[in-house]
Every structure is written in structure tokens, then in C-alpha cells.
């Protein structure tokens, strides 16, 4: 079956970095757009970041992410990456990372959750000093 398994997150003072992966099993992860979405508690899930499928890659980001946070993805490893810089507290929240094989339209829907079809666990990512 599909599994998609997030990790690197943690606890990292604010200015700091984190690289959170997202490490797939039963699914050639290449051939779809990979989002990242993360929640924070009481907040509604949020888009931050997508990349899509391959040979294109092209990759999209929200306006509060922009210019601190970068997808890019090894597919030798099935894996697709997020590199966070400059992290705020704001930035607190579990990271998810999702699959979706709708690739029509991708600049404009590409921060909608509901055609993602597989989900990771989550991954905790607290800024704090």
C-alpha cells in the first residue's frame, strides 16, 4: 500500500533551519505533485508549498512562506524535501506532506487539500528559544 512518511522535524530557535522529508513507499512519487501542508493547533490546515510531477518540477509557494522555504525532490530516493529557513514562531505547526495526480491547472489548485489523495502522519516543527 501507499505510505508516505515525514521526518526531520523538531524543536529549532527562531532564524534556525529545518529540512523535513518526505520518504514514500508503493508509489513513484515522481509522477505526481507533492504538496506540503502543515496545521496549527486551533488554525485550519494551510498550503505552504508544491512541487510538481517530473520532468517539469515546477514548484509554487504561499506568500508566507516565500522566499524562506524550498521543495525540491530526489528521485533516485522517492523522497521530496523541504528546506525551511529563517523559521518564526509563527512557523509552529505539524508539516504534512500529500500526493495528488490531478496535475491539470496546477498553478491555481495547487493549495487545495482536497485532491490529495495520500497523506504522510505529520512531522512537529516547534520554533522557540
Known amino acids: 500500500q501507499v505510505q508516505l512518511v515525514e521526518s526531520g522535524g523538531g524543536l529549532v530557535q527562531p532564524g534556525g533551519s529545518l529540512r523535513l522529508s518526505c520518504a514514500a513507499s508503493?508509489?513513484?512519487?515522481?509522477?505526481?505533485?507533492v504538496g506540503w501542508f502543515r496545521q496549527a493547533p486551533g488554525k485550519e490546515r494551510e498550503a505552504i508549498s508544491c512541487?510538481?510531477?517530473?520532468?517539469?518540477?515546477?514548484?509554487f509557494g504561499s506568500h508566507s512562506v516565500k522566499d524562506r522555504f524550498t521543495v525540491s525532490r530526489d528521485n533516485a530516493k522517492n523522497t521530496v524535501y523541504l528546506q525551511m529557513d529563517s523559521l518564526k514562531p509563527e512557523d509552529t505547526a505539524v508539516y504534512y506532506c500529500?500526493?495528488?495526480?490531478?496535475?491539470?491547472?496546477?498553478?491555481?489548485?495547487?493549495?487545495?487539500?482536497?485532491?490529495?489523495?495520500?497523506w504522510g502522519q505529520g512531522t512537529q516543527v516547534t520554533v522557540s528559544s
Open positions: 500529500a500526493t495528488r495526480s490531478l496535475l491539470q491547472r496546477l498553478w491555481a489548485l495547487w493549495s487545495s487539500p482536497n485532491d490529495y489523495e495520500y
Open positions: 508503493g508509489i513513484i512519487l515522481k509522477y505526481y505533485a
Open positions: 512541487i510538481g510531477s517530473t520532468p517539469d518540477d515546477t514548484t
